[in-house]
């Protein structure tokens, strides 16, 4: 089945950036891609964009477009979405999903399962 | 706003059954699978449906989604204590090129 396992809690100062990682295993890491969603207090859940595991391409939101970076290392099958310029506005729960979308001709968002989801803390 | 809507809350006495709407559009649910997850607080979500109407397994057929033109829904029979949690439609969005989630309801079992 698989599994998604991210890296821990941060805690940030207002205009840092934070790097989140998402290591996955039980699959074929170029398989699938891996859809970013974030959830802040109070809020829904809010996609951030998608990477391909295959070839590294990516789509981003349009509201974080110019502000994220995701990326992968496939030797490690490990996907990372960084987040710059952080403001009090970023502080929520950040989770990756293996994305049944792998490729450039499919819809993205297409959610198998969830990582365990990382708080980041974004606060002077 | 989110761009798929949902009622903010439903509510059911255990053993009832409650149903949850997530209205679309043409560019999105009119042509793209619809998913259902469901939030329990402090761990990650869950997909309770995929591609309209299929459960992933371990998914109790308690859960059902369905779609139809622009919209979905996801049915809930049998309620449960352990079902109060927040429930999200999402998919994916071709005019906007990007993921896209209703803005959740919150099902409470009186």
């Known amino acids: 089945q698989g599994q998604l396992v991210q890296s821990g809690p941060e805690v940030k100062k207002p205009g840092a950036s934070v790097k989140v990682s998402c290591k996955a295993s039980?699959?074929?890491?170029?398989?699938?891609?891996v859809s970013w969603v974030r959830k802040a207090p109070g809020h829904g859940l809010e996609w951030m964009g998608w990477?391909?595991?295959?070839?590294?391409?990516?789509n981003y939101a349009q509201k974080f477009q110019g502000r994220v970076t995701m990326t992968t290392d496939t030797f490690t099958s490990t996907a990372y979405m960084e987040l710059r310029d952080l403001t009090s506005d970023d502080t929520a729960f950040y989770f990756c999903?293996?994305?049944?979308?792998?490729?450039?001709?499919?819809?993205?968002?297409?959610?198998?399962?969830w990582g365990q989801g990382t708080l980041v803390t974004v606060s002077s | 706003q989110s761009v798929l809507t949902q009622p903010p809350s439903v509510s059911a006495a255990p053993g009832q059954k409650v149903t949850i709407s997530c209205s679309g559009s043409s560019s999105n649910i009119g042509n793209h699978y619809i998913s259902w997850y469901q939030l329990l607080p402090g761990a990650a979500p869950k997909v309770l449906i995929y591609e309209n109407n299929k459960r992933p397994s371990g998914i109790p057929d308690r859960f059902s989604g369905s779609k139809s033109g622009t919209s979905g829904t996801l049915d809930i029979t049998g309620l449960q204590p352990g079902d109060e949690a927040e429930y999200y439609c999402g998919t994916w969005d071709m005019g906007l090129s990007s993921g896209v989630f209703g803005g959740g309801t919150k099902v409470t079992v009186l």
């Open positions: 039980g699959y074929a890491f170029s398989m699938y891609g």
């Open positions: 990477i391909s595991g295959y070839s590294g391409k990516t």
């Open positions: 999903a293996r994305d049944r979308c792998s490729g450039s001709n499919c819809p993205r968002a297409q959610i198998d399962f």
